[in-house]
């Protein structure tokens, strides 16, 4: 069931991204050579316990998700579970994904970034990640179809000769962390929902630079590319409005 959000709604959505947006620069700050993934959530549930707001990560699934962040470095592409075995160094990319629950709704956004300097391959991934990102937004137009962002998403990565992950897609987002519809990063012809204003979604293209097959490690989580190579991930939450699009996970553009 899709469910649609009310004006007042938004604004606590955006009340609760705002403090995703907040927490994910102070990890980027940081996230910088030395410091282990385990240490970057330790940072990030302090963050939350001085703001008095809950994880929507910390025990979600089977088998529960142990920790607030994600962290996902390298070939990791979503869902990195952090660990004081990783330690980042010079020219590592990871992937920050994070969320709080605020008066009752999630937010969540993720960003990937590269550890002190970074290849020109590896900048150029995230670039076209984040920029993938952008103009799946563009199409969050209200009488549009989920796939038109999809097909926005995918039209733009493909052609700089990198993959589309389609094992993990995005989804709405509300007072879960994950409601229908799915957002897939590229066109399906299932993805038929028209984008209608009080729609708030979650769009997180996974980009990665091989094969765009994954596999799931041993810890039931951690998702790795099947060819070791790199992989980005960029994600914002998006209300649709009668306007268009309202990216709640960053402060308003003027």
Known sequence: MIVLKSRDEIEIMREANM???????????????GVTTFELDRIAADELGKRHLKSP???????????????????VVV???????????????????FGVIH???????????????????????????AEALEIGIKACIPGNRVNDIGKAVSGFVEPFGYSIVRDFVGHGIGTRMHEEPQVP??????????????????????????SPEVHTLGDGWTAVTSDGSLAAHFEHSIAILEDGPLVLSRPVRQ
């Open 19 to 33: 403090y995703v947006y907040e927490i994910l620069n102070m990890l980027e700050q940081a996230a910088i050579p």
């Open 57 to 75: 990560f910390l025990g979600y699934g089977q088998p529960p998700y142990p920790a607030v962040l994600c962290s996902s470095v390298n070939d």
């Open 79 to 97: 869902h990195g579970i952090p660990s004081k075995g990783v330690k980042l160094i010079e020219g590592d990319i990871i992937g920050l994904d």
């Open 103 to 129: 008066r009752g709704f999630v937010g969540d956004s993720a960003r990937t970034i590269g550890v002190g300097k970074i290849s020109s391959e590896a900048q150029r991934l995230i670039n076209v990640t």
């Open 185 to 210: 990063n590229y066109f399906s012809k299932e993805a038929t929902v028209r984008l209608r204003p009080g729609l708030v979604l979650a769009i997180e293209p996974m980009v990665t630079v091989g």
